[in-house]
C-alpha cells in the first residue's frame, strides 16, 4: 500500500506564501506524475500543477508565474511553492502521484486547507 502525506497549509494574508509539501511512502517501485490539485467550496477538483518523473512541469493558466511546483525523486516527495497568494486560491489541497508497486495505480493525499484571508 502507498501513502501520501501532505503537510505546510495554513491560513497567508493574501501577497503571502506557503510551500505545500506531500511524501510518498510504502512498498514504491517507482513514482511516475506528481501533481497538486485543490478544490473550493462549491467547486470541482482542478489540477493545479503537476510535474513528470524528469521534470517536465505544466500549471494551471491562474497559477503560471506565482507557483512552481518540484520534486525530489530520492525523498518521494513533491513540492508546491505557492507566492502572491489571493484569496480565491482558498482551497483545500490534495496531491496525486500515479505509482508503481507491483501494479501502476493512481494515489491521493488526505488534502491540505489553504486559507489566503486578511
Known amino acids: 500500500q502507498v501513502q501520501l502525506v501532505e503537510s505546510g497549509g495554513g491560513l497567508v494574508q493574501p501577497g503571502g506564501s506557503l510551500r505545500l509539501s506531500c511524501a510518498a511512502s510504502?512498498?514504491?517501485?517507482?513514482?511516475?506524475?506528481m501533481g497538486w490539485y485543490r478544490q473550493a467550496p462549491g467547486k470541482q477538483r482542478e489540477l493545479v500543477a503537476g510535474i513528470t518523473s524528469d521534470g517536465s512541469t505544466n500549471y494551471a493558466d491562474s497559477v503560471k508565474g506565482r507557483f512552481t511546483i518540484s520534486r525530489d525523486n530520492a525523498k518521494n516527495t513533491v513540492y508546491l511553492r505557492m507566492n502572491s497568494l489571493k484569496p480565491e486560491d482558498t482551497a483545500v489541497y490534495y496531491c496525486?502521484?500515479?505509482?508503481?508497486?507491483?501494479?501502476?495505480?493512481?494515489?491521493w493525499g488526505q488534502g491540505t486547507q489553504v486559507t489566503v484571508s486578511s
Open positions: 510504502g512498498r514504491i517501485f517507482k513514482i511516475n506524475t
Open positions: 496525486n502521484a500515479g505509482v508503481v508497486t507491483n501494479v501502476f495505480d493512481w494515489y
